[in-house]
Nanobody
Framework: QVQLVESGGGLVQPGGSLRLSCAAS????????MAWYRQAPGKQRELVAT???????TYADSVKGRFTISRDNAKNTVYLQMNSLKPEDTAVYYC????????????WGQGTQVTVSS
């Protein structure tokens, strides 16, 4: 019924760039707060960036100045532009949608692998 599908991951060299996409269906996208999380091997899942339905974007300190989150409500899609990638950015990246009115309406994608290696 509700689907979040991530794409755009892959293998890149340090200093390279990737753009991740998350396409949503089955929700009224415009009223959902969107976010990107990541989970590296042996680590807990961590919040990377958020872009609320009607608010200010936020970033983890580790990616600030390198990553940019954006959304296109007409396409029901949220993006994560990743520049100046480092090996420590290697992780599975997940998108998350949270209803701004009722936060219990909360959904996750299956994830996309990002590997940064020389």
């Amino acid at each position: 019924q509700v689907q979040l599908v991530e794409s755009g991951g892959g293998l890149v060299q340090p200093g390279g760039s990737l753009r991740l996409s998350c396409a949503a269906s089955g929700i009224r996208f415009s009223i959902y707060n969107m976010a990107w999380y990541r989970q590296a091997p042996g680590k807990q899942r961590e919040l990377v960036a958020t872009i609320p339905s009607g608010g200010t974007t936020t970033y983890a300190d580790s990616v600030k100045g390198r990553f940019t989150i954006s959304r296109d409500n007409a396409k029901n899609t949220v993006y994560l532009q990743m520049n100046s990638l480092k090996p420590e950015d290697t992780a599975v990246y997940y998108c998350n949608a949270e209803n701004r009115i009722l936060a219990s309406y909360n959904y996750w994608g299956q994830g996309t692998q990002v590997t940064v290696s020389s």
